[in-house]
């Protein structure tokens, strides 16, 4: 007769009695759980707060464990890495903002192996230290694959060397600005000045790229750029202005509110009409208000963004390059994202888009979005 077949008794915290009636084997795997098991609390650095720690050495054999398969066990802090990647560090000057990292992410081998040994497309990603692994992973996994829809791309990411925010900022806010112009709209510290692109354009297409494409099988014909926010509106500029040397653009939530919306006005910004462009442009729905796109911000910074509408801007530049006759656009508004949500979606959208097969039919694989609503502004030519 076995446990189960016993009338159980009401249980009492506390309460050993000589008859309490446990099966035998069950009370023997309860024995050898307490040989096996001890439990002590470790103070934590707050001081409210106790942490149980379990370990598996029998008491009275201290560093035996009862299980002979286990191995010794130890823990060792390193960065992470993403696979299949590798990182090169630019010295381009002696200031220490002239120091880059530059991350190159190729197709995978399974890929490689079935799309052959290459050259293959390559995009040249703004703000690498924050867009450069989504993206990659979304261009390396996504299941577009799978369906012949998505020809491999190699991904590369460029970032300032360093991992101090505040200096990131500052220097983001000089290398992706085309102009020297002061926003309300930038809300961050522009040690640095503004107005760099010119200069961060050059050194993506004269120096990172080169030398990208002669240590990789990339094709220097099918070069794209990409960004997000600042970066996205380097994106945009390069593409109006400076469009030499790259096939594809894929720009999300673009600043475009820059020094006055420099890039919408036809007299200040006009559009240098590339031979050809493939073209992807996004925004979340959500970013045509502050409010919407920054629900946790505080009263005054709302204040100081009120009037800011991201939807009406990329609307508006989207019918700019729908008059030039050798662009093809693509542009979206992603439902329910806001600004800091919508590079994952958006990204992936893109890179979609612009490296399609003839296999992938029209619209496919997303449904759910729509384009971008004809402009709002007046006047917009």
């Known amino acids: 007769m076995c446990c189960s077949d016993v009338p159980r008794k009401p249980y009492r915290a506390n309460e050993r009695s000589a008859d309490s009636r446990i099966c035998p084997r069950r009370a023997a795997g309860v024995r050898a759980m307490a040989t096996t098991l001890t439990v002590r609390s470790v103070r934590s650095d707050r001081s409210d707060r106790v942490i149980p720690v379990i370990s598996d050495t029998a008491p009275g054999r201290p560093?035996?464990?009862?299980?002979?398969?286990?191995?010794?066990?130890?823990?060792?802090?390193?960065?992470?890495?993403?696979?299949?990647?590798?990182?090169?560090?630019?010295?381009?000057?002696?200031?220490?903002?002239?120091?880059?990292?530059?991350?190159?992410?190729?197709?995978?081998?399974?890929?490689?192996?079935?799309?052959?040994?290459?050259?293959?497309?390559?995009?040249?990603?703004?703000?690498?230290?924050?867009?450069?692994?989504?993206?990659?992973?979304?261009?390396?996994t996504t299941l577009a694959y799978a369906a012949g829809q998505l020809r491999p791309v190699a991904v590369v990411g460029i970032s300032p060397a360093t991992d101090d925010l505040r200096r990131l900022s500052a220097q983001r806010a000089r290398d992706m600005t085309p102009t020297s112009a002061v926003s309300g709209y930038l809300q961050v510290r522009t040690a640095y000045g503004t107005g760099g692109a010119d200069a961060t354009l050059d050194l993506i297409r004269d120096v990172i790229a080169p030398y990208v494409e002669s240590a990789h099988p990339l094709d220097p014909a099918d070069r794209g750029l990409a960004g997000f926010s600042l970066g996205g509106l380097f994106t945009c500029w390069a593409l109006a202005r400076r469009p030499e040397g790259f096939r594809r653009f894929l720009a999300v939530s673009p600043s475009l509110w820059w020094d006055d919306h420099l890039l919408l006005d036809p007299r200040r910004t006009p559009i240098a009409a590339p031979d050809a462009a493939d073209v992807y442009l996004a925004v979340g729905e959500l970013e045509d208000a502050p409010h919407r796109s920054w629900p946790v911000m505080e009263a005054e910074m709302l204040r100081t963004l009120s009037g800011l509408d991201m939807v009406a801007d990329l609307a508006a530049f989207t019918d700019r390059l729908k008059r030039c006759p050798g662009v093809g656009v693509r542009s979206e508004v992603i439902p329910g994202e806001q600004h800091a949500t919508v590079w994952p979606a958006a990204v992936t959208r893109g890179l979609v888009h612009l490296y399609r097969t003839d296999a992938a039919p029209p619209g496919a694989p997303f449904p759910d979005t729509r384009p971008v609503p004809r402009s709002r502004r007046e006047g917009t030519p």
Do not use: C
Request: proline share 14%; glycine share 10%; hydrophobic share 45%.
């Open 63 to 140: 560093g035996r464990s009862p299980y002979p398969w286990r191995m010794a066990i130890s823990w060792t802090a390193g960065p992470m890495e993403l696979p299949g990647a590798v990182q090169y560090t630019l010295v381009a000057g002696g200031e220490p903002t002239d120091r880059w990292h530059v991350a190159v992410a190729l197709p995978p081998p399974n890929l490689r192996k079935a799309a052959g040994p290459g050259p293959y497309p390559v995009l040249y990603l703004l703000d690498g230290l924050f867009t450069f692994a989504t993206a990659a992973q979304i261009a390396h």
